[in-house]
């Protein structure tokens, strides 16, 4: 078999496959040892690991279930302040393509516990090797399957919790969103049918006395 | 140490204490000798208050030598769910947040009275944190586990309080119920519980949950203990603006009255489904004791609790807004995310079960029209096992912790007062049968209680952890 590859000098000194080669097997196990090892410090939440696996610079971004995070500043900000729970975090389907030596696209189906819940994930890593750093995250991308029934179950508490923690002031931490969504909904459900019900004339503003 | 004198009823101790045949202080150091051997495996106490027991029972000695009289329950040991304020100590409400609180300067008035009634207290009890909890599995106390088994919870969020009874830590413990807090420890635990109805048992140096709908309560091993508690603790205080400024007559004198020709109905529809087999045994043997032949459905009970959810949320959201604000990753996650959501409700849910609330108050007084006592069962499930996620009721799996209040919550909605009466089968875990009243019909409810107390169908004895 012979190998292939086609390179020509860009206009700013680099250099670009133009014909990059497929999963070169030698590229696809280094990969995909460390997105072994990315799984392993994401399950125990090891912050400084993590960290170590993103590109350090204003360039890097990652979008989350609940953010978006724009430099790796604000990414690493980010994972300090959350509280998770990745303990049960598995695997269900793996996908990654390597372009050449340097380029590699990680996209990973997963299921994690979420409140209870049982959530289906998708993440995407776009990995690059840079020559002084070695392998890096330059942007990744973490969402959950929606389906029909969960988003009709949140109805307006995504959107109407953080504007009214906005309009309060009270400082809503990323990482506590989904939950207070959650609680949102479960309580403007169980106050459905008593708003629904139709009180005979009563004062409007009644203060409770026993 | 021996710790036969720490398991004695509280009418027992202070019947021996005043009589001169028991010291106070050997009764103190027996409890404190079973708490320091059997509080590692309950977790029951976060503050063992050795120090202020045995000064409490020298002083009951003391007065009892120079011929003072010692008080009603004179030596008699308990403790309190660490929301209520004693003095030089800090009122954690389970939470770490509090921890930088200084310690409160006096005792919440309630601690004072029963002081004062010669009571001597043995410390202070594990809680979900800031009561917003059925389980008390506490993010920094850790879970308290339930004498009868230590691999269960023992309820909350006064459930270190239920532990310490249950498990022979101190006679009775003061307990608060907002939801069931008092009812559903009483119900995994298999003890007395006693929520008076709101503003009947002064709150001034207890740290508040929901404010409109808070009750101080007691949880014990014996009906005696119950009425000498409450009758110790009653009375007006200008430090709680809710506190009833009428004194009831004293429960105690008349514990032994029987029950005449009260009307008492059991409660069909919400309550009525979904029973398992040990909340069936408990229903079936309370109502056969008192010969209860007669049912009766609340209106609406299912809105009655919705709106009981929506007020708790509502008020303790907002009470802990700034606390939220500056401190949320210091909250245990458990309660955190329900107290902010609770804190952005909008108005109008709020003003919707306030409104609700008037209206049910109004019907619920055309149901005590038609019986005197209802009886209901305290919890759908027996104790769960710590972490626990859901339960089955009536065939569908659902979340555990909202739904631990089902039979609970729609009572608390106007403050009626409510007895706890545990029910114990061979074989099975205990449960608590619900005896509700109308407002001031605290004694009434005691009487039901000690009737059934006598006819042996309720009990509750101490229980040896494994």
């Known amino acids: 078999m012979v190998r292939r590859r086609l390179r020509r000098r860009n206009p700013w000194g680099g250099s670009v496959a133009v014909n990059p080669e497929i999963n070169r097997p030698d590229v696809l196990a280094e990969v995909k040892a460390l997105i072994r090892d990315y799984d392993r410090a994401l399950i125990a939440n090891d912050v400084s690991v993590l960290e170590g696996y993103f590109w350090p610079s204003a360039h890097a971004l990652r979008y989350g279930v609940t953010e978006e995070l724009y430099g790796a500043e604000a990414i690493s900000a980010f994972r300090k302040a959350r509280v998770v729970n990745f303990a049960d975090r598995k695997t269900l389907r793996e996908t990654i393509l390597t372009l050449g030596d340097a380029l590699a696209i990680a996209n990973v189906e997963f299921s994690l516990t979420v409140f209870g819940g049982l959530r289906h994930g998708r993440q995407s890593q776009v990995w690059v090797k840079f020559p002084d750093l070695g392998w890096r995250i330059v942007s990744a991308h973490v969402s959950h399957r929606v389906t029909p029934g969960i988003a009709k179950a949140f109805g307006a508490a995504p959107a109407y919790g953080p504007a009214a923690a906005q309009l309060l002031g009270v400082m809503l931490d990323p990482a506590h969103l989904p939950g207070v969504v959650h609680d949102l909904d479960v309580m403007a459900k169980v106050v459905a049918p008593l708003m629904a019900f139709d009180l005979p004339d009563e004062e409007p503003a009644p203060v409770f006395v026993p | ?466």
């Open chain 2, 1 to 466: 140490m021996s710790e036969d004198l720490a398991l004695l009823p509280g009418a027992v101790v202070a019947a021996n204490v005043r009589a001169g045949r028991m010291k106070a202080e050997a009764v103190a150091a027996s409890v404190l000798a079973r708490i320091e051997r059997l509080n590692p495996t309950l977790n029951a106490f976060t503050l063992v208050s050795a120090e202020r027991a045995l000064r409490e029972a020298a002083a009951v000695d003391a007065a009892l030598a120079a011929g003072d009289d010692p008080g009603p329950l004179a030596g008699v040991p308990y403790s309190v769910k660490n929301l209520f304020d004693l003095a030089g100590e800090v009122t954690l409400a389970g939470s770490k947040i509090n921890r930088d609180h200084p310690p409160a300067t006096q005792d919440a008035t309630v601690v004072s009275r029963l002081a004062a009634a010669g009571a001597v207290c043995i410390g202070a009890t594990n809680m979900g944190e800031y009561a917003y909890d059925f389980v008390t599995v506490n993010a920094h106390y850790g879970a308290t586990r339930n004498p009868h088994d230590t691999t269960r919870s023992a309820g909350g969020s006064s459930g270190g309080s239920g532990a310490a009874v249950a498990g022979g830590l101190g006679a009775f413990s003061l307990g608060s119920d907002t939801n069931g807090s008092v009812r559903v420890p009483g119900s995994f635990c298999g003890i007395w519980g006693l929520k008076p109805a709101y503003g009947r048992l002064t709150r001034a140096g207890a740290f508040l949950f929901a404010g409109s709908l808070d009750t101080v309560g007691v949880l014990g091993r014996d009906v005696n203990d119950l009425a000498a508690a409450f009758d110790a603790m009653a009375g007006p205080d200008p430090r709680d603006p809710v506190c009833a400024a009428d004194d009831l007559p004293p429960l105690s004198p008349g514990l032994d009255h029987g029950l005449g020709d009260v009307r008492i109905a059991a409660l069909g529809g919400y309550f009525a489904r979904g029973w398992i087999p040990e909340v069936a045994a408990a229903m079936a043997a309370v109502t056969e004791a008192l010969g209860v032949t007669a049912r009766l459905e609340l209106p609406k009970p299912e809105l009655a609790r919705a709106a009981a959810y929506a007020i708790t949320g509502t008020e303790g959201g907002e009470f802990h807004r700034a606390r939220l604000m500056a401190r949320a990753a210091d909250f245990d996650p458990a309660a955190r995310d329900r107290f902010i959501a609770g804190a952005l409700a909008p108005a109008a849910w709020y003003l919707q079960a306030q409104r609700f609330r008037a209206w049910w108050k109004a019907q619920m007084a055309e149901v005590f029209a038609q019986a005197d006592i209802l009886i209901a069962p305290a919890t759908p499930m027996v104790a769960p096992n710590i972490g626990d996620e859901t339960f089955v009721y009536d065939g569908v799996e659902m979340p555990l912790r909202p739904n631990i209040g089902l039979f609970t919550q729609p009572i608390t909605l106007i403050g009626l007062p409510v007895v706890a009466a545990p029910v114990h089968a061979a074989g099975s875990l205990p449960t608590a049968v619900q005896l509700i009243g109308r407002p001031g019909s605290e004694g009434l409810l005691l009487r039901a209680a000690k009737v059934l107390e006598a006819s042996g169908v309720c009990a509750a004895p101490v229980v040896e952890p494994d």
